[in-house]
């Protein structure tokens, strides 16, 4: 049981680490990439939530810079409405909406 504990442990360390990031991959200035737009669905990363409980949620309103890049969102989960960056989101499904 020991063994297949720390295999669990390790898979959620790679999932959070390797698999996540490349998720939510945003070069620097390299090239303009997509925005966030109302009605995305989202996963909000969060280091301290348990194994397979990850809050997934719909972006109601997005925030841009005076550039008019995305830097924060509004999501609605279940429960609540929150304010994130998008540094702590990854994008699961695009909006159908036009």
Known sequence: ???IASLLLYVDYRWI?????????RQKWTKIKRN??????V????DSAPRNSW???RITETM??????????????RTSLLCRPV????????????
């Open 1 to 3: 049981m020991a063994f």
């Open 17 to 25: 680490k390797e698999y996540l990031p490349q998720l939510q991959e």
């Open 36 to 41: 966030f737009v109302p009605g995305d669905i």
């Open 43 to 46: 996963i909000i990363m969060d």
């Open 55 to 57: 809050i997934i949620g």
């Open 64 to 77: 841009p810079d005076r550039n008019g890049l995305v830097r924060q969102v509004r999501i609605k989960t």
């Open 87 to 98: 540094t702590k989101i990854c994008l699961l499904q695009e909006s159908t909406e036009s």
